[in-house]
């Protein structure tokens, strides 16, 4: 990657909203890993079975898929900090349910992939109005700086949230889940807080509801950079996503237990939130594009390496490698969509994004239970990642506009 220095990325810190949006934001990712190194173990200990693993991944994608349309239009029409202030409370009440769970020694699963649903739905309605929020705290000629900072500071809570989570849930999963919905409440108060607010946009004449709540997704299909960059992030890590089989490699495979589980979940972030950091102080400044393609290719063969490792030292290594290079994927697409998207359209444009990742992340989790059920856990991983490296040749060829992306600072609406 070419990169030069910037005198721009330290300003954005000089924003009080723009740094109540960053703790924020570190927070909630905290939270969220805590909670999920709880669920998947405690899971994972009753049913023993990949495939229930995959289910924690659909349970959430479900009502994500049904509800982040909808929420994009939501958070262009009304007040986004409001909209992420009660989205919080909402994954506050859903901390509760598994604390009550846990107390309460519940020994069948079905009662947990329900409150995965709600904190699924909550999860929906959060992400658009994050992601549009973002570009109102920060000039725009700062604004990949405040990406880059974001990302990595959401990762640094990716690294400590498993090894927190992992670590407390010797104490009981009740701990992890009561730790959580204190965050969440912590959360929703200091977004309150700040001063900034969206603009509410009216509603675009001569258009009906249907037509406006699905203006992001006709927006994204009428431009192949912005449907370039989401789908390849889709399809690489549907296939290639291994995380959701952690627990299996870490009580079955590498046999590590549950905080060996919390520094493997921890490894991607690590890689993630090092080259995050060095994207705030060196942003990407030349061929963004071939960057971005590049690194998904990496993330492929990483996915190979670590399916086929049985050495906890080198499955970390491959897991740091996966993670370092979904930032550069993270960075390039989430610079190219709020800079090619008019404010106005950025709420719905961002679910659209919100349920690529959702169905990547999420639906991939599903995914990986599945292949891991009919082919075994190794070869189910070691398939995906060979995926991904088809997926990144195919879409090579069918997006010229995205591998032809230079410098991320010339992309406009």
Same mark, same amino acid.
Not at 227 to 244: E, K
Not at 370 to 390: C, E, K, N, Q, S
């Given at each position: 990657?070419?990169?030069?220095?910037?005198?721009?990325?330290?300003?954005?810190?000089?924003?009080?909203?723009?740094?109540?949006?960053?703790?924020?934001?570190?927070?909630?990712?905290?939270?969220?890993?805590?909670?999920?190194?709880?669920?998947?173990?405690?899971?994972?200990?009753?049913?023993?079975?990949?495939?229930?693993?995959?289910?924690?991944?659909?349970?959430?994608?479900?009502?994500?898929?049904?509800?982040?349309?909808?929420?994009?239009?939501?958070?262009?029409?009304?007040?986004?900090?409001?909209?992420?202030? /009660?989205?919080? &409370?909402?994954? +506050?009440?859903?901390? $509760?349910?598994? !604390?009550? @769970?846990? #107390?309460?020694?519940?020994? *069948? =699963?079905?009662?947990?992939?329900?409150?995965?649903?709600?904190?699924?739905?909550?999860?929906?309605?959060?992400?658009?109005?994050?992601?549009?929020?973002?570009?109102?705290?920060?000039?725009?000629?700062?604004?990949?700086?405040?990406?880059?900072?974001?990302?990595?500071?959401?990762?640094?809570?990716?690294?400590?949230?498993?090894?927190?989570?992992?670590? /407390?849930?010797? &104490?009981?999963? +009740?701990?992890?889940? $009561?730790?959580? !919905?204190? @965050?969440? #409440?912590?959360?929703?108060? *200091? =977004?309150?807080?700040?001063?900034?607010?969206?603009?509410?946009?009216?509603?675009?004449?001569?258009?009906?509801?249907?037509?406006?709540?699905?203006?992001?997704?006709?927006?994204?299909?009428?431009?192949?950079?912005?449907?370039?960059?989401?789908?390849?992030?889709?399809?690489?890590?549907?296939?290639?996503?291994?995380?959701?089989?952690?627990?299996?490699?870490?009580?079955?495979?590498?046999?590590?237990?549950?905080? $060996?589980?919390?520094?493997?979940?921890?490894?991607?972030?690590?890689?993630?939130?090092?080259?995050?950091?060095?994207?705030?102080?060196?942003?990407?400044?030349?061929?963004?594009?071939?960057?971005?393609?590049?690194?998904?290719?990496?993330?492929?063969?990483?996915?190979?390496?670590?399916?086929?490792?049985?050495?906890?030292?080198?499955?970390?290594?491959?897991?740091?490698?996966?993670?370092?290079?979904?930032?550069?994927?993270?960075?390039?697409?989430?610079?190219?969509?709020?800079?090619?998207?008019?404010?106005?359209?950025?709420?719905?444009?961002?679910?659209?994004?919100?349920?690529?990742?959702?169905?990547?992340?999420?639906?991939?989790?599903?995914?990986?239970?599945?292949?891991?059920?009919?082919?075994?856990?190794?070869?189910?991983?070691?398939?995906?990642?060979?995926?991904?490296?088809?997926?990144?040749?195919?879409?090579?060829?069918?997006?010229?506009?995205?591998?032809?992306?230079?410098?991320?600072?010339?992309?406009?609406?």
């Amino acid at each position: 990657m070419d990169a030069s220095p910037t005198t721009a990325s330290p300003s954005v810190f000089s924003h009080r909203d723009f740094r109540r949006y960053l703790s924020a934001g570190f927070l909630a990712i905290l939270a969220m890993q805590i909670q999920s190194v709880a669920v998947s173990w405690q899971i994972y200990s009753i049913a023993r079975t990949p495939l229930a693993l995959g289910y924690v991944g659909l349970f959430q994608f479900l009502p994500m898929m049904a509800c982040t349309i909808p929420a994009g239009h939501l958070a262009d029409r009304f007040d986004r900090r409001l909209i992420l202030v /009660i989205s919080h &409370l909402f994954s +506050a009440i859903a901390a $509760g349910g598994f !604390l009550m @769970l846990a #107390v309460t020694r519940t020994a *069948v =699963i079905w009662p947990f992939y329900a409150v995965l649903a709600l904190f699924g739905a909550a999860r929906a309605f959060m992400g658009p109005a994050a992601q549009s929020f973002v570009p109102l705290l920060v000039p725009q000629d700062q604004f990949p700086q405040a990406v880059a900072w974001s990302s990595s500071t959401s990762q640094v809570a990716v690294i400590a949230g498993p090894a927190i989570g992992g670590a /407390i849930y010797i &104490l009981g999963p +009740a701990v992890d889940y $009561g730790v959580c !919905l204190a @965050l969440f #409440v912590i959360i929703a108060v *200091v =977004i309150f807080g700040i001063r900034s607010r969206s603009v509410r946009y009216e509603a675009e004449a001569d258009t009906t509801v249907l037509e406006r709540v699905t203006a992001g997704i006709a927006y994204v299909w009428r431009k192949p950079l912005i449907l370039g960059a989401f789908s390849l992030d889709l399809f690489a890590v549907l296939l290639g996503g291994a995380t959701a089989l952690l627990p299996v490699y870490a009580r079955d495979i590498l046999h590590v237990g549950p905080l $060996g589980l919390g520094v493997l979940r921890s490894a991607p972030a690590l890689g993630a939130a090092m080259l995050g950091l060095a994207l705030g102080q060196r942003a990407l400044q030349r061929r963004a594009g071939l960057a971005m393609f590049a690194c998904v290719a990496i993330f492929g063969i990483a996915t190979i390496v670590f399916g086929l490792s049985r050495n906890f030292a080198l499955s970390i290594a491959a897991l740091f490698v996966l993670g370092a290079s979904d930032m550069v994927s993270v960075y390039v697409r989430t610079t190219l969509t709020q800079l090619a998207t008019p404010d106005a359209m950025r709420g719905r444009v961002s679910a659209v994004n919100r349920l690529f990742v959702g169905a990547s992340n999420e639906l991939g989790e599903f995914e990986s239970g599945v292949t891991a059920t009919w082919f075994g856990t190794v070869p189910a991983v070691v398939i995906g990642g060979v995926g991904t490296l088809v997926i990144v040749a195919v879409w090579y060829r069918l997006f010229p506009s995205l591998r032809e992306v230079d410098r991320l600072s010339e992309v406009t609406p």
